[in-house]
């Protein structure tokens, strides 16, 4: 059971620290201070009896108790937020057409758009899944009413941005040979990620070769888990029982931070509103 003092506000702050991989952030995303974040994941902790994160180089993974605790937390904010939405909902329809990166769609946003489904039933959601250069293309020729990108190649002012820290990743029981060029795991041209991964190691003058190339971020992921190479990944695509996170080192740079931008038309309908609100919820 539960403890009665585990209220959604924990709650809350414990599924942002979990999504954004890194306490300042999370915080700062929540409205709290760092320190504050900090004091809530310990106290949670204490109030579960449970380790529920461990601390990486740069930022916080959840332990395998974690992660069982997460879909449960998720679970409980999404009907909560739910059951608010619905009896403040005011009726919507129309159809809203929203394109998104894997990377981005494999982690919080089906829960937010799912919510949103079931709030507003009349809206009819066209959601597009693919890489940066496929979508880009599509809101160029007007044929998407919300997107989320890399701002590199996108003229428009975002409605929102934010950073995304990006780990460097490798199979459990995988041990990079530190004699020999890294085996790398990396999506196809044109990625922002690749290219960011190649200047990094340029710059740390560490040798690399190209081991497996898809444009699949569950072919990656399954990749990295068989031990074929290294990785670039956000922390909602490190699966923690098959992938580690490889400490900083000598051979080894920080980890990459990239950049995503939530844009919009400057004309739009209530729906579109309502589905980027949504949106900006669960990526909060």
Same mark, same amino acid.
């Given at each position: ?10 709650? *809350? ?11 300042? *952030? ?73 394109? =998104? ?36 293309? =599509? ?104 992938? *580690?996170?490889?400490? *900083? ?36």
């Amino acid at each position: 059971m539960i403890p009665a003092a585990v209220d959604l506000d924990l709650l *809350r702050a414990f599924v942002a620290a979990c999504r954004i991989g890194n306490l300042s *952030r999370a915080a700062e995303a929540t409205g709290r201070t760092q320190s504050a974040m900090s004091m809530q994941m310990r106290r949670l902790e204490g109030l579960l009896g449970k380790k529920l994160l461990r601390r990486t180089g740069r930022g916080v993974l959840p332990t395998a108790e974690g992660e069982v605790f997460l879909g449960y937390a998720s679970r409980i904010l999404t009907l909560g937020d739910e059951a608010a939405a619905r009896l403040r909902q005011i009726p919507l329809a129309g159809t809203v057409t929203i394109g =998104l990166p894997e990377e981005v769609a494999l982690a919080s946003l089906p829960s937010a758009l799912g919510q949103f489904h079931r709030i507003h039933p009349d809206v009819s959601l066209d959601i597009i899944v693919d890489n940066t250069a496929a979508i880009g293309p =599509l809101w160029q020729q007007g044929r998407l009413d919300i997107m989320i990108a890399n701002p590199s190649g996108v003229p428009d002012d975002a409605v929102a941005s934010w950073s995304v820290e990006l780990q460097w990743v490798c199979g459990l029981d995988h041990a990079p040979d530190t004699a020999r060029p890294l085996d790398l795991v990396v999506f196809p041209e044109p990625c922002t990620w690749r290219r960011r991964m190649f200047e990094i190691l340029a710059e740390a003058g560490v040798d690399h070769r190209i081991a497996f190339t898809s444009p699949s971020v569950a072919a990656v992921q399954a990749a990295v888990e068989n031990g074929l190479g290294i990785a670039l990944l956000t922390p909602e695509c490190i699966r923690v029982p098959l992938m *580690r996170v490889l400490p *900083r080192s000598q051979t080894m740079p920080p980890p990459v931070i990239v950049q995503y931008g939530l844009y919009a038309r400057a004309t739009r309908t209530p729906a579109v509103d309502e589905a980027i609100r949504a949106l900006m919820s669960g990526l909060r």
